[in-house]
C-alpha cells in the first residue's frame, strides 16, 4: 500500500473518530439540556401546587419529558395534585408508579392510602398507611387512619355512624389540624 493510501486511511479514521467524538459530545450535552429543563418545570409545578393552582401545576407536570432523574417526583406531585383535584383514579396510578420508582418515601404510599380510601378500598388503603408507619414507626397521622380504619371494620353491618361517622383522611399535604 502506497504511503499516500495510508495517510488517507488515517486521515479518514481520524474524522471518524472526531465526528463521532462530536455527536458523543452533543448527545451529552442535549441530554444535560433536557434534565436542566425538566428540574425546572418540576420545581414551577411544585411551585404552583404548593400556591393551590392545582390544574396548573397538573399542566406543567404534565409536560415533563419522561426519563429523567426527577421521575419519581414528577409522578407523586401528578398523583398529589390529582387527588386535590379529585381524579382519586388517576392520583392512583401516577402514585403508583412513584412508589414503584421510589419506595423509601414515606409521603408516597400515605398519598396512596388517602387515594384508597377516597375509592372506598379500606383494606389498600390501611396496607399502604401500614407501610407508612414501616418506613416511619411515628407517624401520627397514618397511626391515627389505621385505628380509625379499624373502627371501621368493627362497624357491624346497619349500625349507625351518626355516633362516631367516618375519619376523613387528610388530603396529601394537607394541615391535619385544619
Given at each position: 500500500?502506497?504511503?499516500?493510501?495510508?495517510?488517507?486511511?488515517?486521515?479518514?479514521?481520524?474524522?471518524?473518530?472526531?465526528?463521532?467524538?462530536?455527536?458523543?459530545?452533543?448527545?451529552?450535552?442535549?441530554?444535560?439540556?433536557?434534565?436542566?429543563?425538566?428540574?425546572?418545570?418540576?420545581?414551577?409545578?411544585?411551585?404552583?401546587?404548593?400556591?393551590?393552582?392545582?390544574?396548573?401545576?397538573?399542566?406543567?407536570?404534565?409536560?415533563?419529558?419522561?426519563?429523567?432523574?426527577?421521575?419519581?417526583?414528577?409522578?407523586?406531585?401528578?398523583?398529589?395534585?390529582?387527588?386535590?383535584?379529585?381524579?382519586?383514579?388517576?392520583?392512583?396510578?401516577?402514585?403508583?408508579?412513584?412508589?414503584?420508582?421510589?419506595?423509601?418515601d414515606e409521603d408516597i404510599p400515605f398519598a396512596l392510602g388517602v387515594t384508597y380510601f377516597k375509592l372506598g378500598n379500606l383494606?389498600?388503603?390501611?396496607?399502604?398507611?401500614?407501610?407508612?408507619?414501616?418506613?416511619?414507626?411515628?407517624?401520627?397521622?397514618?397511626?391515627?387512619?389505621?385505628?380509625?380504619?379499624?373502627?371501621?371494620?368493627?362497624?357491624?353491618?346497619?349500625?349507625?355512624?351518626?355516633?362516631?361517622?367516618?375519619?376523613?383522611?387528610?388530603?396529601?399535604?394537607?394541615?391535619?389540624?385544619?
Amino acid at each position: 500500500m502506497s504511503r499516500a493510501r495510508k495517510l488517507v486511511l488515517a486521515a479518514v479514521g481520524v474524522v471518524l473518530i472526531a465526528g463521532a467524538a462530536v455527536v458523543a459530545y452533543q448527545y451529552d450535552v442535549q441530554k444535560q439540556q433536557q434534565a436542566d429543563a425538566a428540574a425546572a418545570m418540576l420545581s414551577l409545578g411544585i411551585a404552583e401546587f404548593n400556591e393551590e393552582r392545582y390544574s396548573t401545576a397538573l399542566e406543567t407536570l404534565s409536560g415533563i419529558q419522561r426519563g429523567t432523574e426527577h421521575d419519581w417526583r414528577v409522578a407523586y406531585y401528578t398523583g398529589v395534585t390529582q387527588i386535590r383535584l379529585k381524579d382519586f383514579e388517576a392520583a392512583a396510578a401516577a402514585l403508583e408508579e412513584a412508589r414503584l420508582l421510589n419506595a423509601y418515601d414515606e409521603d408516597i404510599p400515605f398519598a396512596l392510602g388517602v387515594t384508597y380510601f377516597k375509592l372506598g378500598n379500606l383494606a389498600l388503603a390501611k396496607s399502604y398507611f401500614h407501610s407508612v408507619l414501616e418506613i416511619n414507626p411515628d407517624h401520627a397521622e397514618a397511626r391515627g387512619l389505621m385505628g380509625s380504619m379499624a373502627s371501621l371494620e368493627r362497624m357491624q353491618p346497619g349500625s349507625s355512624t351518626e355516633e362516631t361517622g367516618p375519619t376523613e383522611p387528610p388530603v396529601a399535604g394537607e394541615d391535619p389540624g385544619n
